[in-house]
């Protein structure tokens, strides 16, 4: 029988809850009124207030082929850094999920890069990739111009995508690895009895058990390259090389805080708002409910 706490003075939850409540407000909804009264306002050139005018600036953005080509940069940039981290992450749970000697050293080595700030892994790949020093360097000495990713604009977008999907290799490592030690050993044992080689028992018994985690992960990866690349980005390239690195939310930046348009990076940053919100829809509504185990 579930047993639940009452409390008779009715002021206390409240006074519990509210420095929860204060973050909530200070750090979400308060910034989110300001995002929506900026994005369908105006400011004076000059000053003296803001004027209303309704969706014009997302009329604005919608008709910018600048607009545009950033957003699709965005969904390549999301699409090609959640494959990449997800499948190498897959990867090693698959070869971690044994029971060998130096097993947990692996499992815990694996899970490191998602310890580390966004900032500072664009800081060592900037260095790692520089076309200056170390390997790369070595390379450009041989074939002069093979790899310069502050001129080359797919060379940048690639060096971005690697770097965001090693930092993601961690956390989808951590659910991969839970999902592979709740398939029952019963299943996999009787698969190799039945002559399955371990590829074989892959694809036709773990991964379709691993259906929900799977999922979970992609819309999971799907949204942190939309919303978190913005420290990567902004180490690496900030970006450039002419936009070649510039994603939604980093345009949004730019076209903010440096551009000085602040109605129409409000209304940017709606846009990605209500992105994020339709993952998140997807994911609690189709993906948790239609995706089981069979």
């Not at 409240?14 to 300001?34: K, N, S």
């Not at 981290?85 to 050293?105: E, H, I, N, Q, Y």
């Not at 900032?119 to 060592?124: I, L, N, S, Y």
Request: net charge positive; glycine share 8%.
């Amino acid at each position: 029988m579930e047993r639940r706490a009452y409390y008779r003075n009715k002021v206390l939850p409240w006074v519990l809850i509210a420095p929860q409540l204060l973050l909530i407000l200070v750090f979400f909804y308060w910034p989110t009124t300001q995002a929506l009264y900026w994005a369908f306002t105006l400011e004076q050139p000059w000053g003296g207030g803001n004027t209303w005018v309704g969706f014009d600036n997302f009329a604005s953005i919608f008709t910018d082929t600048r607009y545009w080509a950033t957003a699709l940069r965005s969904a390549f940039y999301a699409v090609c850094a959640t494959a990449i981290s997800m499948t190498v992450a897959l990867t090693l749970a698959l070869f971690v999920d044994r029971a060998l000697k130096g097993t947990r050293l692996f499992q815990s080595v694996f899970v490191w890069p998602y310890a580390i700030a966004a900032p500072a892994a664009g800081v060592a790949f900037r260095f790692m990739f520089s076309p200056q020093a170390g390997f790369i360097g070595a390379v450009n000495q041989v074939w002069p111009g093979i790899w310069d990713p502050s001129t080359v604009g797919w060379q940048a977008l690639a060096m971005v995508i690697v770097c965001h999907a090693w930092l993601g290799i961690g956390y989808n490592f951590v659910f991969f690895l839970a999902g592979l030690q709740m398939i029952p050993r019963s299943i996999v044992e009787a698969g190799a009895m039945d002559g399955a080689r371990p590829f074989r028992r892959m694809l036709d018994l773990q991964l379709p058990l691993l259906a929900p985690t799977t999922f979970f992960l992609l819309i999971m990866n799907l949204i942190s390259s939309f919303t978190d690349s913005f420290g990567l980005i902004d180490t690496l390239t900030e970006g450039g090389p002419v936009g070649a690195t510039e994603v939604m939310v980093y345009k949004i930046y730019f076209d903010g805080f440096k551009g000085l348009d602040y109605s129409g990076a409000a209304a940017q940053s709606i846009v990605l708002m209500l992105l994020v919100i339709s993952l998140t829809f997807i994911q609690f509504k189709w993906v948790e409910r239609r995706i089981h185990y069979s």
